[in-house]
Structure formats: structure tokens, C-alpha cells
């Protein structure tokens, strides 16, 4: 499997690459067994609630198409315009778990359903499964709402993945023959349609496949769905015009929603949808670093400013608004209604990953991280079968995770993102290797001709120190990158048990440039104390509030653990807290406790109001991980606590 | 106009009553020019809005009937079916003014309007506009939703004011009719329906016939109305399955929204809908003291206290949410997102004023003047030609007084309480004389044999200084009865100078019984420092914060008057705060200045969150009274400010 390409060989350029998700072997408390119950829970359950809700039946052309909102199955309801995106996503995820493990019995549910695909596609290859059954004089008439190329892009990374992870090549043959009928259709050739996807997914999808068949052509086309966003005369426009619609009626009123207001390349600020405007970096970003375009890069970059300047929450989460499921102004940020859909802090990831590897600056690293263990992670219960869509900062008790959405976009996503976590953790060129995350983990690679392996002795996220055991099939010279995190304010490293002489960190990264041997151990220490964080003033509602982080963990109270209600709850300014490991907890994690003071009920009686300040009294207080919220009892929730 | 009855003589039994508003004169600084602008404004603008919303049109059965919702006009687009409830509230609020000063061509209108109800009136005596124009095979067979005897509630209000006003009986003895109808209709007795309408009104209304016709026959349909509210089996029930629907498709779902879940004499707690709790409170209030009916008293006084207890916004502001425009559970105050509907607060100064008619004591005079100065007079703005509402506590810049409403209920709802606010002011029976609200006035009392004039010279609600200024046609022996407000810990009182011998105060009031003369002088002193006032601690919204009262005002800050975004700012708890009047500003208002702290900007650059503290650096603030918000610049706005 080590023969999965991350990026083609021409695409390198001599940077880091990251390394292969299946190089990588968990064998922490923390991922691992989330690794484990995505592959023995959610794929199994998510075949399970795609198949009742009407899903892989609906393929079946010797059927009758189904109907519009299947009534049946418990899991029914959910939208079947976009039902390729879903059952693309489940494939992706899955085949990542078959790349460690092969399964005969999954292997045959995909089989079927790649099957189902084949005998779907049309002659001229277009292969959207709900346009082909229920609305085939529709197909390609609604770009800006109907996400058919949307869906093409996500059965693309499926097919590819389930090619990389098994050989078979049903699927991706089928979506090979799709994509030439798209290269053909769209494009600024005469007769082509000067078209782009309202929801941007493909692009990135395309380059993936690019980077299986090695045909030039795949990423012309992502770089052409890519340079043609938010030209004028707008297309969406024009095809409203062509429908007889008026453009003015669009539901979401402007295009920024869609990320198409303006091309690319002149856009400063992340707008709209967060997922679209998420994988949509993720495919510039893919762009940029594949042809080395600057102008590209640099847009990257505006909008990543934009973003974790001034409109991403502290878990990573992003996306404040329900409305358009996305943004809206500068440091919006509430905590109760945040949106911060999984998905979008799912692209963070993506997008983060990518810039890391145009550029490997430990900034990247540290927003990447932050999602990952937050936003990200909260997506998804300890058990493997619930999932949250919302990722609110504060929940008064009435939010819990679905065991199905209407828009079961989120589960997929989380699942694809765990089962190949491996590739987030390290990266390596011919002389260079980077370890972007802790974990204790065996990490193979080839570095130059050796083959190298980093074995991770921690047990981060609840503690700093790390040992990196080196061994090599033969002693050589190579740079190893360890990433001092962003969150770190006091760091020591040592290898064979020797301080460094005069050691260097390039943005974010500790550089040790020696001959390495098998038996060679670096040993770093993180500081790790729990810190106190604040929001910038200009975010109105962490107003004197204050947020507990250790290490990359972003705490929060829950009801389950703390006797008053969490609204009552203020920290003093020098409250003693402390960090304990609680291996019974939740699956085994790291807890911060201390005392803080609670407004006393006492005297108020019957009265409403009154003019005496009621007495705060001390109060024992405990914070979990914020990932971990909500799987005991029901409860209300907070993370930005008010400060005393 | 002193023969405007406010309680039929077999009424009063000895207690005092309400005097008649126009028995009184406002020579004050916050009330007169309200009066005015209500007047010279308010009563003209809506006549012009409700003619150009086709409501009068409407009602003229020489024409087709108009369309469901009148496209016509700069006001249209407003619910036809309780266009009736409109136009009675406006004859209403116009007949206060016209009480105190006749106008000819105002009359004409509402003679107009008059007439076509009386042409419109069907031979049976019914006579709502909507049924008879549009759906005359539907009338009666929607109590629960149409609103049909509510309508009849807010005529029989116009018509009753009309008549009070100008000694014309057309509307009023259509009203006569209809209410004849209604009574053989509706009722225990065989071939009747057993029903009562969904928004509460009607019960108050025949109160107020009853007054002026003295029928009994009036005061029992009311209270039918009352008795028979949520008795099994259910009328709304029975009425769903007679027109074929089922009652489960109640769009509110329980019958707590229109508080007829459960008798009204078992009910103990406020439910549903805000403001029909309100008038159905006033209407059992009225019953109860009527009838002297104990067990209807206690029920409403488990309601008072359960509202004012748990319920009550600081401005007297009620029904938090939206979704029912009502109540939901017990502290839930949120401040931003405040419903607290003006019609909600004027409707709870009707009822406190019936419960303080009951029981003179001083607590229910508190919650009327708290919700009169606050919560009711902001839905009004200072040129009499704006309207809120909804009336949150805080607003991020985007709240704003409408010119109309697509309910525009709350409009002549505030216009009508301001127009006959003198009748809130004093009460009296035969043998005392209460002053329940201080303002400049002039206030003709009959006391017993007597008439005795009390004169108020006052800065009050802006200073607490009261000089009450008695004449009387002769020397006589009654009880004064002063108000000392539930806001004031600390007062004196003098009568002709001198200080009084062992003063008592019974439930609120300062009691003051002798021998009075022309040339007496009663001056109250009230403390009014600036007070920082704090909620119970199970308002989750309030925690930590303190709101600034002075007197009966509340204070907010606006972003008008304040130079940082007013969530950077917090009160130190030893702030010295300063109260001035500032004649130039908003009409002349007392305004609360000092020093705050509030979070710098300095030194975050392009962070989004560090473990520093942002460092407080010292703030000038000025506060506004609640009621006078939005009437400058739009801007942002809050009551509650945290404490530092």
C-alpha cells in the first residue's frame, strides 16, 4: 500500500509530502480507538442507515425511481438530490478502512453498489444517479443549487480510494468515462458551457484523480472549474435566465454564498457556505502548489488571515450562522447558536493539510491540530454511532448528537477524516521528515533511498513529552522537523539524552540535522500547564469571558459534572486549577478541576430583583475536553466561562 | 365627562375606585407631551394607516369584499380578519382624546366608520366585518384561532369610549346587539354553544358595557366567558371535529397557549400567549371584584405572584418568546432576543391596575409603574409616530420602532393607555382620597359630599420631591393615601411643614387621616439614588450583570452616547455613578453617567485569542431611560451591563 500517492512525483518539487495514511499505526488513546470504532461502528452503521433510507435500492435502473422524500425506513427523509455525495463519502471512508484491513463481506456492498453505478451511467457517460432516474431533461440546467458536479467529486474520491485501498477499478473506470463526458461539457472551448459547481467539491476530488491515473488532463479541469469561479458574465446568471428563472430569485441572494461573487484570485475574505468556501481552498490550495501558482497561493493565504484572524472559534469550528450555514461579519462568534458545522471544520483540515505541504509553517499545523482535536473530533460520539452537525460553544441541554440527519453530510465526513488521520501526522521528502502531530504511533518512511522509521512515545494530548525513536535500515544524514506547537510557550529537546547545541525553530519547527542510527532518540518536552485563553475584544460575546485550553485540548464544563448551574459558575482571575488524567473518564482523559465561585441563591425567596449583589460562594468545578461533551447524561454545556 | 362611570355604585362596596381620567390634568414633563404627541399624532397616523390598509373601505357592504390580503396602499398587508379589533381600538384611543377636547371632524370619521357597521350588522345582530364580507358560512365555527369575539371585545371597548366621550349611541347600541346575540349564542343553556373565544378580551369588554348600560346581563356573559374557559370536554376540541379537523392540528399544540389547558380557577401558573393572559387576568380581576369572588381573586393573586416571581422582565416586559408570543419556563429572560410584546406590558398595567382596585396595595402599584415607565412607554416613539413591538433588553443595532406592523395591535394599544393614563393616577372612595402614580397634575376628586382638588407639583419620575397641594369646598376629615414606591428605601413626609407624628405605611401607602383644608400641603420626600439592581441567579442571562434604576426608571446604555461597542464594557462594582437631567436630550430626561472599564484593542494585531488578558483601561459611560431608546441614531443598545 505504500505505493498510494499523495502527491505525483512531478508535483514535489523537492517539498515534503505527507506520508501515507497506511505507514501510520496508531497506538495511543486517543485516535486508535476512534480509528477502531469508525471501522467496527460508523462504516458499518452508516451502510446500514444509507441502504434504509433508499439509497443504494434507488440506483437500480430495473426499478422505478424512487420517490422524491423516501417515507420509508427509519432512517428516511433525507435529501436524495445529493444521495451520490453521500454514498461517495461512505465508500471513501470505508476504503480507508479496508487499505489496513481487507473485508470480503464490505468489499462485496461496495462491489454491488459500484455495479449499480456502472449499469446507471448513460451512454455519453454522465452518471448523477437522481438526474438520471427522476430528472433526466434537467441534467446540467442548475449548477448554482443542484450540486451534480458536487456529487461527481465525491463519488470521484470514493472511487479512488476504494481503487487505492483494493485495486478494483469498476468504479473508477465508470467515473474516468463521467469525468471525460464533464471535461467535454464544460470549458471555454466552443459549445462547451462556461460552467462551475455552486458547491465546490470536485475540484479537489479532480486532483486526487489526477493523481491515480496521472492524466494531465484531470487537473486542467480542476484548474478550469477553479479559474472560471465568479467570471462575468456570471453563469449562474445566465443559466437562471436560461431556465426562465430570474437570477434576482436566488434563495440565498448573493453569490458570495457560493463563493463565486468574484474569481478567486481577487477574494480576501472567507464567505458564505463554510464548507463550500473549505473545500474550495482546499482545491486552490491543491492548484497552487501543483503548478506552483503564486497568485493562487497568495489568496490562500488572504483568506486563511481572514479566517483564523478574525472568524474562527477556538475549537476550530467555523461557520457561526444557521442562515447560510456560514459566514457572516468579522468576529461573530456566538457561542449558544454556532453553527461550526463538523464538515466545515472537517475542510479546515483538508485546507489547513494542504497549506502545510505548499509550505511547511507550524501556523498550519496549529489550526489544523485545533480542529482536529475539537471542532472536529466533537463530531463524532465515543461509541462510533452518534454524530454531531452543529458544534455549538454553549448548549443550555438541547443539543445532542443525531443518529441520522436530514443532510447526513457530517458522519462521512468525520469517519473518512479519522480512518486516514495517518496522513495528517507526518511528512517526508528525500532528505527531510516532519512530524506535524503527536501521538504514539509507528510511522514508516522512505526517505531519499533508506527506509525510515519514527516510532512516537507519548502520551500526548494529555502530557508534553515526547520520545521519537529512530531507526533506519542504514545510519544517513537527514533533517528531522519536529513541530513545536503554537500553544507552547516553554519547550527543551534532547536527543540521545544531549541538550541541543543552539537549536533552531524555522516557523514552527525544531530542525535537527544530523546523522541519524537506528537506536537514535529525540526526547521533547512541552510545556504543558493549563492556560487561561481570551477572545480578542472586538468578539462581543466572550466578553469578559475566559476559556480553558492544555495543550491542544480546549476544555469545557458540563452539567454531568459540576453541581450548579453552569450559568452561575464565574472563575476568579487566580483561580488554582489542575490537570489530572482520568483514566476512567469518558474513555480516558484529561480533566482540569479547581474552584471557582457561583452566585448563592440565598434570600432571594420569592423576589425577582433586588438591589444586593447575591454573594458568590466557592464552588468546586471539573472541565472535559470539549470533544468529548455529551456522551453521558444530557446536559447543558460551556466553554467561554465569565471571569470574576 | 365626571359621569364616566369606572364601577357601577353596587360595585364598590366601600373601596376606593379609579377617578376618572378626565378628572385629570397632566402638567408634567414626561406624560403631558406624550399625551400631546398621542393627540396631535399618534390618533391621525393610525386612521390614515388603517384607511390605507383598505380596513375601512372594507367595511362598506355596497362593495365587493376586499381580497384577502389588500395589496393596496403603504399599509397593506395586515390580517383582514381582525381588522374589527383594529378599528376598536383606534375608536377607542381616539375617544380619550376626544373626551378631553371635542373634535368635530375627528368625530365625523368615526361616525362614518359607525355607520357601516351598522349597515353591515346582519338582522340577527351579528356583526363581525370579516365573516359577514367574506366567510358568512364560517362564523362561530373557529373560536379557538379566528378571534371573532375578540373583535367583538375591542368594539364594545371603541363604542363604550364613544359614547363616554360625545354622548353618541349608533356603535354603541350595534354593539348592544351584537352583544344580545352573542349571549343567546353562547352559554350553558339548551341549543347553546358551550364556547369562548381564543384570545381573550370579550370578558373585559362586557365589564366596561356592563358599566355604562348597568345591564346585569353584561356582567354574567362575562363571567360565563371566564367560568367556562378549559372545561372538559374541551369546546376547541369538540369545535376542531365539528369542522372536520383534528384538534391535534392545533398549530400551538397546547391549549396553555390560549390558557384554557384547565379551568382558570385551578390555575396557578402564567401560560402561553402574553398578552391574551394579560386581558383575560383583567377580565377575571374585573369578575372577582364584581362578584366579590375569592376563589377568582386567589387564582389571579397565584398568577401575580408566579408572574412577578419568575416572569417579569426588570422593564415589566413579558413573554420572552417568539414562537408563542408568550411565556415558556420559569427565569427564562433572554435580553436580545426579548419578545416582551408592548401590548403584553400594557395589558399587564390593565390588570394590575384592576388587582390594586381589589386590594390597594402598593405591590401591584410598583408593577404597573414599572412596566407604565419602561417596558410600555418605549413602544412608543418620542414623536408619537413609531412603534415597537417586541421590546428586548439588548439590541446589537438591528431593533427598531416600526411605522406599522403586519399586526399592528400594539399601536392604538399604547395609544389608548396614554390617552386615559389619568385614570391610573389617584383613586378614591368616600372616605379617602390614594395617590397611586406621582407626576405635575391637577386631579378633581368627588370624596364623599366633597370636592376636593389634589395638586401634585413634582419633577418626579426624574426627582422624588412631591408637594401634594389639597383644596377642597370645605374642610372635612378623610384618609390621604401617598404611594411610598417599593423602588425607595428611604423617605419622609411632612404635612404643612411639620414632620408626621408616628407615620404608618400599610402596604405601600402612607397613610395620612385628618381634618383637611384648602392650603394644605403634603411633601413626600423619596430618596432616589442611582441603584444598581440585580437579577435572582437563576436567570441565566442575567448572571453577572447589573442594570442601573433610578427612581422607577430603568436605564440602558445606547451606542449614541458611548464610545466604545457597549460589550466591551463593564461596571466596576465601586463605580461612582452620577444621575443628571439633561433638558436638551430626548424631550428632557434624567441621564446616569460615571466610569466603566472596557477592554482594549492594544496589542492584538491580527490575533483572534491569547492567553493574555486584555487589560481594562477606564471608560466614560451615560445611560438613558429604557423608554427613550431608538429615538436617534440606530445604534446598539443594553440593559443588563456586566459587572467587573
Keep these: 500500500m505504500d ?183 464544460f470549458g471555454t472551448g466552443p459549445g462547451q458551457k462556461r460552467g462551475y459547481c455552486g458547491h465546490e467539491e470536485i475540484e479537489l476530488a479532480l486532483v486526487k484523480l489526477y493523481r491515480v491515473t496521472g492524466e494531465r488532463k484531470h487537473l486542467e ?72 501558482d503564486e497568485g493562487l497561493r497568495l489568496a490562500c493565504e488572504r483568506m486563511w488571515n481572514d479566517l483564523t484572524g478574525k472568524n474562527l472559534y477556538l475549537t476550530g469550528g467555523l461557520g457561526p450562522s444557521k442562515a447560510n450555514e456560514g459566514f457572516t461579519f468579522d468576529y461573530d462568534l456566538p457561542n449558544d447558536t454556532a453553527y461550526a458545522e463538523t464538515c466545515a471544520s472537517v475542510g479546515l483540515i483538508f485546507w489547513a493539510h494542504r497549506m502545510l505541504h505548499i509550505d511547511c509553517d507550524g501556523r498550519y499545523a496549529d489550526v489544523m491540530e485545533r480542529a482536529l482535536y475539537n471542532g472536529a473530533a466533537s463530531g463524532l460520539s465515543l461509541a462510533g454511532d452518534r454524530f454531531f452537525y452543529e458544534n455549538p460553544l454553549e448548549s443550555h441541554g438541547d443539543h445532542h448528537r443525531w443518529e441520522w440527519h436530514v443532510c447526513p453530510c457530517c458522519p462521512p465526513n468525520i469517519a473518512r477524516l479519522v480512518a486516514s488521520l495517518g496522513r495528517y501526522l507526518c511528512s517526508s521528502s528525500d532528505t527531510e521528515a516532519a512530524i506535524h502531530l503527536y501521538a504514539s504511533s509507528v510511522t514508516r518512511l522512505a526517505l531519499g533511498g533508506r527506509k525510515v522509521t519514527l516510532r512516537q512515545e507519548t502520551e500526548y494530548p494529555w502530557e508534553g513529552t515526547v520520545a521519537v525513536h529512530v531507526e533506519a535500515d542504514a545510519p544517513g544524514r537527514f533533517v528531522l522537523k519536529l513541530r513545536v506547537p503554537g500553544w507552547c510557550r516553554a519547550w527543551s529537546a534532547t536527543v540521545n539524552g544531549a541538550a541541543l547545541d543552539r537549536p533552531t525553530v524555522e516557523r514552527g519547527y525544531l530542525r535537527i540535522e544530523r546523522e541519524w542510527k537506528s537506536g537514535d532518540v529525540v526526547r521533547l518536552q512541552l510545556a504543558m500547564p493549563v492556560e487561561r485563553v481570551y477572545a480578542n475584544p472586538r468578539v462581543a460575546e466572550d466578553a469578559g469571558r475566559v476559556a480553558l485550553m492544555r495543550g491542544p485540548i480546549v476544555y469545557c464544563l458540563e452539567a454531568a459534572d459540576n453541581s450548579v448551574p453552569l450559568h452561575r459558575i464565574a472563575l476568579p482571575r487566580t483561580a488554582k486549577l489542575e490537570a489530572r488524567y482520568d483514566a476512567g473518564l469518558l474513555g480516558g482523559v484529561g480533566t482540569v478541576v479547581g474552584e471557582a465561585m457561583a452566585a448563592s441563591e440565598e434570600g432571594w425567596d420569592a423576589s425577582l430583583y433586588r438591589t444586593d449583589r447575591p454573594p458568590p460562594v466557592p464552588v468546586r468545578v471539573a472541565a472535559v475536553p470539549y470533544c468529548v461533551w455529551d456522551n453521558r447524561t444530557p446536559g447543558a454545556m460551556a466553554v467561554w466561562l465569565r471571569e470574576a
Tied chains: 1, 2.
Excluded at 83 to 112: C, F, H, M, N, Q
Excluded at 226 to 245: L, S, T
Design 3 to 185: 505505493a498510494i500517492p499523495q502527491a505525483r512525483p512531478e508535483e514535489s518539487g523537492g517539498r515534503s509530502l505527507p506520508v501515507v495514511f497506511t505507514s501510520v499505526e496508531f497506538r495511543d488513546r486517543f485516535w486508535r480507538p476512534r480509528q477502531e470504532s469508525v471501522r467496527a461502528r460508523t462504516v458499518p452503521i452508516l451502510l446500514e442507515r444509507s441502504e434504509s433510507a433508499g439509497m443504494i435500492e434507488a440506483l437500480d435502473v430495473d426499478t422505478p425511481p424512487p420517490p422524491l422524500r423516501i417515507p420509508i425506513g427509519r432512517w428516511g427523509g433525507t435529501t436524495q438530490m445529493f444521495w451520490d455525495s453521500d454514498l461517495g463519502k461512505w465508500i471513501e471512508a470505508a476504503s480507508y478502512t479496508l487499505a489496513v484491513k481487507r473485508d470480503p463481506a464490505l468489499e462485496a456492498r461496495i462491489d454491488d453498489i459500484a455495479e449499480r453505478y456502472r449499469k446507471a451511467q448513460r451512454p455519453d457517460g454522465y452518471m448523477n444517479a437522481y438526474f438520471i432516474r427522476r430528472a433526466p431533461e434537467k441534467r446540467w440546467t442548475n449548477l448554482r443549487d443542484w450540486h451534480e458536479l458536487y456529487c461527481a467529486g465525491h463519488l470521484i474520491e470514493g472511487a479512488v480510494a476504494y481503487f487505492q485501498a483494493t485495486g478494483k477499478r469498476v468504479l473508477l473506470d465508470a467515473l474516468i468515462r463521467y469525468v471525460d463526458h464533464i471535461a467535454a461539457t
Design 221 to 292: 479541469l480542476a484548474r478550469y472549474f477553479i479559474d472560471e469561479r465568479g467570471r462575468q458574465p456570471h453563469y449562474f446568471d445566465f443559466e437562471a435566465r436560461a431556465r426562465g428563472d430570474d437570477p434576482a430569485n436566488f434563495a440565498f441572494r448573493t453569490y458570495e454564498y457560493n463563493q463565486s461573487y468574484k474569481p478567486v484570485r481577487e477574494q480576501d475574505r472567507v464567505v458564505g457556505h463554510a464548507v463550500r468556501a473549505m473545500y474550495l481552498l482546499s482545491g486552490m490550495a491543491d492548484i497552487a502548489g501543483a503548478y506552483g
